[in-house]
């Protein structure tokens, strides 16, 4: 699907930046979409950009994580996936990530034996989700797709609430908080870390993955970079703009994975992964 084909400017509003509040200055022009650059603080976004209703209609499709990391695995809501599907390129790569998250969460954690409660913001269909609870976390999940979260607690069982983050009937003082290309999505990314610090314990800490701008085959690439998706991708970010926006939010990033050889952002090329702690009250 060209995502590109069939939205009008009626299907799009005008933003802001978030940490700002000031229009950014246009870097691609993708009619009806615009990727531009807040002349303040150098992050970039897309505006005009969808609407939240027509997100909406794209993120509950059937197919939205088809064909994506997720392969063809999940999107039949099986049981249990085909030899074939376990064996894809995507779920393996999905399967690497989960293993080297997993034990980057150890790591951060001094590492201390798993247990405590997880929460994960975006669980997607629940893969990580469930590898996780094996791990021995109590967990929890948010995801925005109706179709994603369906699956998630039916076919897998798990407590996961859809809707946005601020909406969830959640029990703040969790231990971990993990946002795997989340951030980028959500309407509003200040919004969302604050939300994500009044979740996180005070000794917690919090794990996310998100494209950066500032990558090579972003630079190189242009509007070509496929990872640009003014769609869906409503925030793109650089090490320095991310750790500006988490500071507002009260979390300090404290560590930056971009190796594309590391378990946790395997194969990654535009790709990163955070870790934020809370800034100490005073
Ligand atoms: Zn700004």
Redo the contacts with the bound molecule.
């Keep these: 699907m060209d995502e590109l084909t069939g939205w009008t400017a009626e299907d799009t509003e005008d933003v802001v930046?978030c940490?700002?509040r000031?229009p950014g200055t246009l870097v691609h022009d993708v009619a009806p979409f615009g990727v531009v650059r807040?002349p303040?603080?150098?992050?970039v976004f897309t505006s005009p950009r969808l609407r939240p209703e027509a997100l909406q209609r794209i993120y509950d499709d059937a197919g939205y994580f088809e064909g994506g990391v997720y392969g063809s695995a999940v999107s039949t809501g099986a049981e249990a996936p085909s030899a074939e599907a376990r064996l894809s390129p995507a779920m393996l790569l999905q399967r690497t990530w989960t293993a080297g998250r997993l034990a980057l969460v150890d790591r951060e954690r001094g590492g201390a034996a798993a247990g405590g409660r997880l929460l994960e913001v975006g669980a997607g269909y629940g893969l990580f989700l469930a590898a996780a609870r094996e791990a021995g976390w109590t967990t929890s999940g948010v995801e925005l797709s109706r179709t994603g979260a369906k699956h998630a607690q039916d076919t897998l069982g798990l407590d996961v609430f859809c809707g946005q983050l601020e909406e969830a009937p959640l029990i703040p003082g969790f231990d971990v908080v993990c946002a795997w290309d989340t951030v980028e999505h959500v309407p509003d990314p200040l919004s969302f870390w604050r939300t994500v610090r009044t979740q996180v314990a005070d000794d917690g800490v919090v794990l996310f993955s998100t494209p950066y701008v500032s990558s090579l085959p972003a630079r190189l690439l242009g509007t070509r970079w496929w990872t640009l998706k003014p769609t869906e991708h409503i925030w793109h970010f650089t090490p320095r703009t991310h750790a500006l926006l988490l500071a507002r939010a009260g979390l300090a990033l404290t560590r930056v994975v971009r190796n594309p050889l590391a378990p946790a952002n395997a194969g990654r090329l535009d790709s990163l992964v955070g870790v934020a702690r809370p800034i100490p009250g005073p």
Excluded: E, F, I, S
């Design positions: 930046c940490l700002c000031v807040c303040q603080c150098q992050l």
